[in-house]
């Protein structure tokens, strides 16, 4: 059996017994804010992945060169930058189709934890680590400020970090699942 198998397997044994906090811990009203703030994500999908994304790498730009040598992407000309290949847009439109699913049904259980173990059994040979992870939420917090404008109150902030911590720990826990708890520097 491969290892994503037993890793999935394991997923649907831990969601039997393990429980989590409906909502990634949000009040109704921070789910309200979430999902107002999140509506321009919704509407220009591709668009605010690439600002979403030309953020990320321009705070990061190891983060880039990550794709580019991965096996998984090896249809990428390496001289050109990442934003500007169109191999790419099916990444970026399944990072904001699998947050907006989420954030969509977020009180749907079921349906976060399928959209969950996709997220994570996708990203379990990638070894996408925590710091990546929170670093890609905070590029994801400042193009929807931009986006948002007024819009992004405090209380959406509040939202969207909550939301987003909740994410990357839960996504964690699922990757540590999958790989037996073996991860790449989780931190780091």
Known sequence: MSRTFLGFSQLLVR???ATRPARFGLTEEEVVELRDIWR???QSPIPVAKIVFKDLFEK???YSKKFISNDKFHSYDRDVPLLHQNEFIPHMRAVVTALTNIIKRIENEKEVDRVMDYIAVS???QWVKEKEMEDMGKSFKSSLKILNKNKMTEKAEVAFDKFWSSFVEDYMTRIKTITGGATQGSKK
């Open 40 to 42: 321009v994500v919704d």
């Open 15 to 17: 969601r039997l017994f």
């Open 60 to 62: 990061k730009p190891e």
């Open 123 to 125: 990203h379990s040979n």
